[in-house]
């Protein structure tokens, strides 16, 4: 295929047909000038983004630009150098012993020989979706039987690529068929995660196995069900209508049902949760659990982990508690700190690895405190770390993550980033990060009072304002087509009384100023923001007398 390319610099948002590849090469002059094009845009976009969980206060990345003449790859295990000799492990390194000190959980002093409660993790290439796919994964293998990397087994059983699960007692033929629970709120990606390690959800297995015995009760909610079982995960406080935190209630009623029945229970909580920014109270919530599991058999259990040799045994709890903290895993934490310095006068509840149920927690580094490239962090506690299912003799270093190439990188921006703030730094940053989420959540709430009084077409009852405590989110009725484009408005429908309501939020992340916010302001305060008429789909919010 020939490809024309044009030698005039274009104008407008970029196009496929400026960046298709075919047997003519592009001259300098072309290249430069698409590339100009797109970086035009980004810009343009940057300066407004405001519906995402991402932060753009990215300056002090522009000197990393020398490191891109260098493939840095770490890969495999973090803290065993491998002969590919282009690595930035020292700084991984560095990171990881950052979120350990603040989540609680010290990195072993010699990784050869750590502690099972020692901290071990390793920087994600991609976001949090790789961290929490892992958790799952290392949650399937620990609840299933699978044997350890602190297990001995004998024959070939380490080499083995077939999934199998540990030979159940004869009493519990549930022992090893682990459940998932999660929230309504929960990211997508655990559904996902789900789907590739088929592990069950609660509402899969309680449809099909149990029809009609779900031990909570939604009906008049409007929450979709199968065989009586709520669709999509545990209920959250108030539906949707609510902050977006985990039911507790439900959720112990609801473990308690399938550990009565022998099921291991793998349990994720959310810190900053996708929509709503809503932070699960993990501590309050373990404390309920706790007694569950110890009636039903799930602590300090005795598992089989080794087909070849039955006598060998591993002892390992019947529970896996992850924490997805995409956003507020690297944010929560200076919260309380903030709190204790008397910058503000509470914190999110405890998440980390102060409670001991907790296995997992990730954190997405795009997100907070920021980097230019998607990446993260996974951290679990080393003595339920998963076996490798090979150990590759190319890479000399052990295949312990997920991916086999690793962004060095990734490893290289997030080290750049910490190392530019002291911890007093991030403390105020956190701080003010939520003095501005508050501040737009009061601005966004006597702005909807002031279209209810004028009788605003479409926000005739006001534009439904909603913030949770300490988030970072702030939602609100979708606006027009126009404004939603101009400031990156992110876009999802909840079901209040049972109708669809369109909502939008805001995300207020570092780069975020109250000049953007009060801009913002300023153009839903206009006649006709919110007029949604031309909108193909758009529900119109229903009026006052008809609520």
Same mark, same amino acid.
């Given at each position: 295929?020939?490809?024309?390319?044009?030698?005039?610099?274009p104008?407008?948002?970029?196009?496929?047909?400026?960046?298709?590849?075919?047997?003519?090469? !592009?001259?300098?002059e072309? $290249?430069?000038?698409v590339? *100009?094009? /797109? %970086?035009? +845009?980004?810009?343009e976009?940057?300066?407004? #983004?405001?519906?995402?969980?991402?932060?753009?206060?990215?300056?002090?990345?522009?000197a990393?630009?020398?490191?891109?003449g260098?493939?840095?790859?770490?890969?495999?295990?973090?803290f065993?150098?491998?002969? !590919?000799?282009?690595?930035? $492990?020292?700084?991984?390194? *560095?990171v /990881? %012993?950052? +979120?350990?000190?603040?989540?609680?959980?010290? #990195?072993?002093?010699?990784?050869?020989?750590?502690?099972?409660?020692?901290?071990?993790?390793?920087?994600l290439s991609?976001?949090?979706?790789?961290?929490?796919?892992?958790?799952?994964?290392?949650?399937?293998? !620990?609840?299933?039987?699978?044997?350890?990397?602190?297990?001995?087994?004998?024959?070939?059983a380490?080499?083995?690529?077939?999934?199998?699960?540990?030979?159940?007692?004869?009493?519990?033929?549930?022992?090893?068929?682990?459940?998932?629970?999660?929230?309504?709120?929960?990211?997508?990606?655990?559904?996902?995660?789900?789907?590739?390690?088929?592990?069950?959800?609660?509402?899969?297995?309680?449809?099909?196995?149990?029809p009609g015995?779900?031990?909570?009760?939604?009906?008049?909610?409007?929450t979709?069900?199968?065989?009586?079982?709520?669709?999509?995960?545990?209920?959250?406080?108030?539906?949707?209508?609510?902050?977006?935190?985990?039911?507790?209630?439900?959720?112990?009623?609801?473990?308690?049902?399938?550990?009565?029945?022998?099921?291991?229970?793998?349990?994720n909580?959310?810190?900053?949760?996708?929509?709503k920014?809503?932070?699960?109270?993990?501590?309050g919530?373990?404390?309920?659990?706790?007694?569950?599991?110890?009636?039903?058999?799930?602590?300090?259990r005795?598992?089989?982990?080794?087909?070849?040799?039955?006598?060998?045994?591993?002892?390992?709890?019947?529970?896996?508690?992850?924490?997805?903290?995409?956003?507020?895993?690297?944010?929560?934490?200076?919260l309380?700190?903030?709190?204790?310095?008397?910058?503000?006068?509470?914190?999110?509840?405890?998440?980390?690895?102060?409670?001991?149920?907790?296995?997992?927690?990730?954190?997405?580094?795009?997100?907070?405190?920021?980097?230019?490239?998607?990446?993260?962090?996974?951290?679990?506690?080393?003595?339920?770390?998963?076996r490798?299912?090979?150990?590759?003799?190319?890479?000399?270093?052990?295949?312990?993550?997920?991916?086999?190439s690793?962004?060095?990188?990734?490893?290289?921006?997030?080290?750049?980033?910490?190392?530019?703030?002291?911890e007093?730094?991030?403390?105020?940053q956190?701080?003010?990060?939520?003095?501005?989420?508050?501040?737009?959540?009061?601005?966004?709430?006597?702005?909807?009072?002031?279209?209810?009084?004028?009788?605003?077409?479409?926000?005739?009852?006001?534009?439904?304002?909603?913030?949770g405590e300490?988030?970072?989110?702030?939602?609100?009725?979708?606006?027009?087509?126009?404004i939603?484009?101009?400031?990156?408005?992110?876009?999802?429908?909840?079901?209040?009384?049972?109708?669809?309501?369109d909502?939008?939020?805001i995300?207020?992340?570092?780069?975020?100023?109250?000049?953007l916010?009060?801009?913002?302001?300023?153009?839903?305060?206009?006649?006709?923001?919110?007029?949604?008429?031309?909108?193909?789909?758009?529900?119109?919010p229903?009026?006052?007398?008809?609520r």
């Amino acid at each position: 295929m020939t490809i024309e390319h044009s030698d005039t610099r274009p104008a407008g948002l970029p196009a496929n047909s400026d960046y298709r590849l075919g047997s003519v090469a !592009y001259t300098d002059e072309q $290249r430069g000038a698409v590339l *100009a094009k /797109l %970086e035009g +845009y980004l810009g343009e976009r940057r300066g407004r #983004l405001l519906g995402y969980q991402v932060n753009l206060s990215l300056d002090g990345h522009a000197a990393l630009g020398r490191f891109l003449g260098y493939h840095i790859n770490n890969i495999g295990d973090p803290f065993v150098d491998s002969n !590919y000799s282009l690595h930035s $492990r020292w700084l991984e390194r *560095a990171v /990881l %012993e950052h +979120y350990a000190a603040l989540w609680h959980a010290p #990195l072993p002093q010699d990784p050869a020989r750590p502690r099972d409660e020692d901290g071990w993790g390793y920087v994600l290439s991609m976001g949090s979706t790789e961290g929490n796919l892992y958790a799952m994964w290392n949650a399937r293998d !620990y609840l299933d039987g699978n044997a350890l990397v602190r297990d001995e087994v004998s024959g070939d059983a380490s080499c083995r690529t077939s999934y199998l699960r540990a030979q159940h007692p004869d009493d519990n033929p549930n022992a090893y068929a682990p459940v998932a629970f999660f929230s309504q709120e929960t990211h997508y990606s655990h559904i996902k995660a789900m789907r590739v390690l088929d592990i069950p959800t609660f509402y899969d297995l309680g449809g099909s196995l149990y029809p009609g015995e779900c031990p909570i009760d939604v009906s008049g909610t409007g929450t979709q069900t199968y065989n009586g079982w709520p669709l999509g995960g545990v209920p959250t406080t108030g539906g949707d209508e609510g902050p977006g935190t985990v039911d507790v209630d439900a959720l112990v009623a609801l473990v308690e049902f399938f550990a009565a029945k022998g099921h291991p229970v793998l349990v994720n909580f959310n810190i900053g949760s996708v929509f709503k920014g809503a932070y699960d109270d993990v501590q309050g919530a373990c404390e309920r659990l706790r007694p569950v599991f110890a009636r039903h058999g799930l602590v300090d259990r005795t598992v089989r982990f080794d087909p070849d040799d039955p006598e060998r045994v591993s002892i390992r709890n019947g529970y896996w508690i992850h924490v997805d903290g995409a956003l507020g895993g690297a944010y929560a934490p200076y919260l309380e700190k903030a709190r204790d310095n008397g910058l503000i006068d509470s914190a999110p509840p405890v998440f980390d690895f102060r409670i001991p149920e907790v296995s997992s927690i990730v954190t997405s580094g795009h997100k907070y405190p920021g980097a230019p490239v998607p990446t993260g962090i996974y951290m679990s506690r080393a003595g339920s770390k998963l076996r490798p299912p090979s150990d590759p003799a190319v890479v000399s270093s052990p295949d312990s993550t997920f991916a086999g190439s690793r962004s060095g990188f990734a490893s290289l921006a997030m080290w750049n980033h910490l190392a530019q703030f002291s911890e007093e730094q991030q403390v105020r940053q956190a701080a003010e990060v939520l003095r501005i989420a508050e501040y737009t959540a009061d601005r966004l709430r006597n702005l909807s009072d002031r279209l209810k009084e004028r009788g605003e077409p479409w926000a005739e009852d006001g534009i439904e304002v909603g913030h949770g405590e300490h988030a970072l989110s702030v939602w609100f009725q979708q606006p027009c087509a126009e404004i939603t484009r101009k400031y990156s408005l992110a876009c999802v429908p909840l079901n209040l009384g049972g109708r669809r309501h369109d909502y939008s939020h805001i995300y207020v992340m570092p780069h975020v100023t109250q000049e953007l916010i009060d801009e913002l302001l300023d153009d839903l305060s206009r006649p006709g923001a919110f007029d949604r008429s031309d909108d193909k789909d758009a529900e119109r919010p229903p009026l006052p007398h008809q609520r």
